[in-house]
């Protein structure tokens, strides 16, 4: 089974316990306007232009000033002529679940420390057969897996008993503006964020705090309301907004939206305080 892959490597603690090889597929169900990876959300790919050396490389003029025009690229016949250059380059690769399989057999020895195995975004469910298989596989040879996602996925408490470490990231408690920012409902995301709370010992809720988005006292309050279903052993982390990903949208030929976002201090320590006080348990990771 083909699964296509953005990219991979070796992480300690943010994914996960231990040190763990970490899988990000391709292709999103939301648009973040802060993604740091926004080659990611294009579910069969997109191409990336590292510098104004790229121009030259499309046969068809599609790349102008260092950014890929994302419509032709996507509408393109053929796979980017260029695609294997370093300027000019495809986001992800698709490759073969038990080649996958054979390269985690082989880094086996590095989980000693009780790492294992993360599958991230994108958004890893959107390639649910492919997830499942090696979300199965993995369970049965007795390697430790976690899965970041965003929760959109109606059959995502299906895969629960082959999920070790579960990290559900929730962007914002009020579907309007979920719906308005993001391009996307909320509405599964709580569904499966619920179900998570009944039927897992283990659960990590990520929230992105983004300024003008969701840091106000009312939006902490209302997170503190949709995470009330949060028990005993469950956690949540609260990460503050950052620009990693900015160069990025320009090298997909896309426009980077976000201003101001950046979360003060004093905010990140309220908002924080509130989840505080509802009972969350927050974390670092
Ligand atoms: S996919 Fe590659 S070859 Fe096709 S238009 Fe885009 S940059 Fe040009
Ligand atoms: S859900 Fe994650 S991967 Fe998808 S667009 Fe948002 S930040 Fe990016």
């Not at 306007?33 to 590292?50: H, Q, R, T, V």
């Not at 025009?69 to 294997?84: N, Q, S, V, Y």
Request: hydrophobic share 35%; glycine share 8%.
């Amino acid at each position: 089974m083909t699964v296509r892959i953005l990219q991979r490597g070796f992480n300690f603690s943010q994914d996960g316990p231990g040190n763990r090889l970490v899988y990000h597929l391709q292709g999103c169900t939301m648009r973040c306007p802060w993604c740091s990876n926004p080659e990611s959300i294009a579910p069969k790919g997109c191409i990336l232009a590292l510098g104004e050396e790229a121009d030259r490389l499309c046969p068809f003029g599609a790349v102008r000033g260092g950014m890929p025009d994302a419509e032709r690229c996507a509408a393109c016949e053929k796979p980017c002529l260029a695609a294997h250059s370093r300027s000019l380059r495809m986001s992800c690769t698709e490759e073969d679940t038990d080649d996958v399989l054979r390269e985690i057999d082989r880094s086996k020895m590095l989980f000693f420390d009780g790492g294992g195995v993360t599958f991230t975004g994108g958004e890893a469910t959107l390639q649910w057969d492919a997830l499942e298989t090696l979300l199965t596989a993995l369970h049965e040879k007795g390697v430790h897996t976690a899965l970041e996602t965003n929760g959109s996925h109606p059959r995502l408490p299906e895969l629960f008993d082959r999920i070790d470490w579960l990290i559900l990231d929730c962007k914002h408690p009020d579907d309007e503006t979920h719906r308005r920012v993001i391009g996307a409902s909320n509405r599964q995301t709580l569904r499966n964020l619920r179900a998570a709370a009944e039927m897992r010992a283990q659960l990590l809720v990520r929230i992105p705090l983004v300024g003008g988005f969701n840091d106000s006292e009312q939006d902490a309050e209302r997170f503190a309301e949709a995470l009330s279903c949060l028990r005993d052993g469950h956690d949540v982390e609260v990460l503050r907004y950052h620009e990693y990903g900015r160069d990025k949208w320009k090298q997909c030929g896309m426009e980077y939206t976000v201003r101001d976002a950046f979360v003060s201090d004093e905010t990140y320590r309220q908002f924080c305080s509130i989840l505080q006080q509802s009972g969350l348990h927050l974390i670092h990771t």
